[in-house]
């Protein structure tokens, strides 16, 4: 499928890009999203990988994470049920969803690469997405989260009466997407055409078996056991500590008109979060015996490797996508579009957002700034930009990073089942909005 995808953006933008006399400029795309590719994406990926995979090392290593999916087993069974109940493969998910869900953007990519690599160790078909693979990208790509803060952001510079009214829309968009998306990937994971094969020859089957034998032990053979009572009194005085600054947060949100105890409450985990797990991780590592500063060199070496192995995937698909925007391709399908669209009742003002979200998150922000200045931010479709923001994630470039660093080609079904999700966002944010705010 992506072969497919990524041989049409490029032939597709050449002959575009030609007939409108854009050739220069898609060059000059070809070579800036090479560079952006790199430059600003990747390089900066590393540090933040690293620093994200150090803190789970430590996490791991005080027996955090293996608590949390315990806590969780029977939900997380369900979505997974190829992958074994104590692998770390599921606390690293559960921590990704967990950061998507209170839109920690920077925590959730590094978190989700770790998850990859550690479903890569149970992949029988090495170079091809996994069930299991799938399933966890649909989930991401469906852009399961609480509050859309960039897209409040912009509403509340634009001058919007209440910025925040697009909260309970984005979450029932965004619940939409979600299910649409888990229904897609698990449906099509039996159809014939992307099912696993059945029997993989010898050497694939020895490859899988070594990726599963890998385990991550200790770099200094660190062993914990039970959790004592001064432990525990630690950790819990930690977390009251925590809940002061919480209460001092809420406080202060109030102060300056915020409104609703939600909105509040949500801004106020979003600032405490990373400080909290910052703290959190090696206090609770050091408390159990383990050596800190060693540990996390470790993990943080892993998130080295994981992002560098992302730099190929990331730059193929960006420069195919900046090269089709550049040459008028999503232009040329909104024209194409906007007839069929206006007959069932799409605004055609949202169509270029909608267009645009798969394949580009910056984009898609100024795209929907610009209809906030245009429209004006409390416009019913300025409102369904919002929500589609919100409730949907750039499919591609998600499935370029996470399938990169584990160097998968074949992406199987994730592809359909991702686009079905963001589909149903776009759908959903329409309807919600017009339901909520009027015609």
């Known amino acids: 499928m992506l072969n497919y995808i990524w041989f049409g953006l490029l032939i597709f933008a050449v002959a575009i890009g030609g007939w409108q006399g854009r050739l220069q400029q898609l060059t000059d795309a070809a070579f800036d999203s090479a560079k952006t590719g790199v430059m600003s994406i990747a390089l900066p990926l590393v540090g933040i990988t690293a620093l994200w995979l150090g ?19 029977p939900l997380m069974q369900r979505l997974f049920p190829d992958v074994p109940p104590d692998h770390p493969a599921m606390g690293s998910m559960l921590m990704n969803m967990a950061a998507n869900v209170i839109g920690l953007a ?46 409040i952001g912009i509403l509340a510079a634009a001058g919007a009466s209440n910025p925040t009214a697009i909260v309970g829309t984005t979450l029932i968009a965004t619940f939409c997407s979600t299910a649409v998306g888990l229904i897609a990937v698990k449906t099509l994971e039996k159809l014939p055409g992307y099912r696993l094969p059945t029997s993989l020859p010898n050497e694939t089957v020895s490859g899988a078996a070594e990726n599963i034998a890998e385990t991550d032990e ?25 809940m002061v600054f919480f209460a001092n947060e809420m406080a202060r949100n109030a102060r300056t008109g915020e409104s609703g105890s939600f909105i509040r409450a949500m801004n106020a985990v979003s600032v405490l979060a990373v400080p909290f ?72 003002d949202l169509l270029p957002m909608a267009l645009t979200r798969p394949l580009s998150g910056s984009a898609t922000i100024g795209l929907f700034a610009d209809l906030a200045k245009t429209l004006g931010p409390d416009h019913i479709v300025t409102r369904m930009g919002g929500t589609l923001l919100g409730s949907t994630e750039t499919t591609f470039y998600v499935i370029a990073v996470y399938f990169g660093a584990v ?11 991702g686009l079905l999700a963001d589909f149903a966002g776009i759908v959903a944010s329409v309807i919600v909005c017009r339901a909520v705010f009027g015609p």
């Open 55 to 73: 803190l789970m090392r430590l996490a791991e290593r005080a027996g955090l994470i293996q608590a949390v999916a315990k806590a969780l087993r």
């Open 407 to 417: 160097s998968v080609r074949r992406a199987r079904h994730a592809v359909v089942a």
């Open 106 to 151: 920077n925590a959730a990519t590094p978190l989700g690469l770790r998850a990859m690599n550690d479903l890569q160790k149970l992949n029988p078909t090495p170079g091809t997405a996994s069930n299991a693979m799938c399933t966890f990208l649909a989930l991401n790509t469906s852009s399961l989260q609480l509050i859309p803060a960039t897209a």
């Open 277 to 348: 797990l910052l703290g959190l991780m090696p206090l609770c590592a050091v408390v159990r015996g383990v050596r800190v500063y060693e540990e996390f060199v470790a993990g943080a070496r892993e998130g080295f490797g994981i992002a560098i192995r992302v730099i190929p995937f990331l730059v193929a698909m960006l420069v195919a996508i900046g090269v089709f925007r550049a040459a008028g391709g999503v232009e040329m399908l909104g024209r194409g579009l906007s007839p069929v669209l206006g007959i069932v009742g799409f605004p055609v």
């Open 218 to 242: 200790p770099a200094n053979g660190n062993k914990t056991g039970p959790w004592r009572a001064w432990q525990l009194a630690v950790v819990f005085g930690f977390v009251l500590l925590f």
